[in-house]
Nanobody, 127 residues
Framework: QVVLVESGGGSVQAGGSLRLSCAAAGNLYMRRYMGWFRQAPGKEREAVAG??????????SYADSVKGRFTISKDNANNNLYLQMSSLKPEDTAMYYCAANRYPPTPRLNPSEFMYWGLGTQVTVSS
């Protein structure tokens, strides 16, 4: 069983920064592939960033919309996953979710490929 708990969301003005955290519990190999996703009201859930938490190189991937602004990182010693978000825009407003899976996802990080999900943390960016 894998349990994921997000934190760190909040309200920020455009141009500001936030760091989201995901506390993970459960077998490391069952949650090897982790990612951040977001869902705005009335929109489909979309991938933000993904990472292989066991790969020593920490292979990462990002949605085009966040490249250069968001950074995904891991702290395996403390079972935490992070998403550093900078230069935030109003269109980044959404519920942000942490997800994990045992098997590698496709490069586009389809949400349906992830088995384990947290409950989410809200990020609101005002203009």
């Amino acid at each position: 069983q894998v349990v994921l708990v997000e934190s760190g969301g909040g309200s920020v003005q455009a141009g500001g920064s936030l760091r989201l955290s995901c506390a993970a519990a459960g077998n490391l190999y069952m949650r090897r592939y982790m990612g951040w996703f977001r869902q705005a009201p009335g929109k489909e859930r979309e991938a933000v960033a993904g990472i292989d938490i066991i790969d020593s190189d920490g292979t990462t991937s990002y949605a085009d919309s966040v490249k250069g602004r968001f950074t995904i990182s891991k702290d395996n010693a403390n079972n935490n996953l992070y998403l550093q978000m900078s230069s935030l825009k109003p269109e980044d407003t959404a519920m942000y979710y942490c997800a994990a899976n045992r098997y590698p996802p496709t490069p586009r990080l389809n949400p349906s490929e992830f088995m384990y999900w947290g409950l989410g943390t809200q990020v609101t960016v005002s203009s």
